[in-house]
């Protein structure tokens, strides 16, 4: 997905459907996107096999500000696992395997996205 054809979503929802398109294409079934529990945001929910996997996008259009896995505090881990929580919880998916992945895209000014896919990213 190209620069222009997502001009009108906001920078972050633009990596977010970037990222759901690179997951689609590795075989991934995206199951939620943007699932909200209590005050944490979990940017994608899918499942890879027999793994299901809440995903963190982080966004960046420069290196200016350190990179986007970098951007990936403690505190938004924690709310992160919270979410995650209460999604299993509310689903009654007990016994499932899980995992937590980030997805790091940077654009470079042509538009073109660089994705960096760190699976299993909270160990």
């Not at 222009?4 to 990596?15: E, H, I, M, N, T």
């Not at 982080?58 to 350190?66: E, I, L, N, V």
Request: net charge negative.
């Amino acid at each position: 997905m190209e620069k222009d054809q997502l001009d009108s979503l906001p920078f972050g929802r633009w990596g977010e459907e970037v990222a759901a398109d690179y997951l689609e294409k590795k075989g991934y079934q995206v199951l939620e996107r943007r699932y909200h529990f209590h005050h944490a945001e979990i940017d994608l929910i899918a499942r890879d096999g027999d793994y299901l996997v809440f995903i963190e996008v982080k966004t960046r259009s420069s290196a200016d500000f350190g990179s986007p896995e970098e951007a990936l505090t403690t505190w938004k881990k924690y709310y992160l696992r919270r979410a995650a929580e209460g999604y299993l919880y509310l689903n009654n998916l007990n016994n499932i395997d899980c995992r937590f992945d980030v997805i790091s895209i940077s654009f470079s000014p042509d538009g073109q996205p660089e994705i960096e896919h760190f699976e299993n990213a909270f160990e």
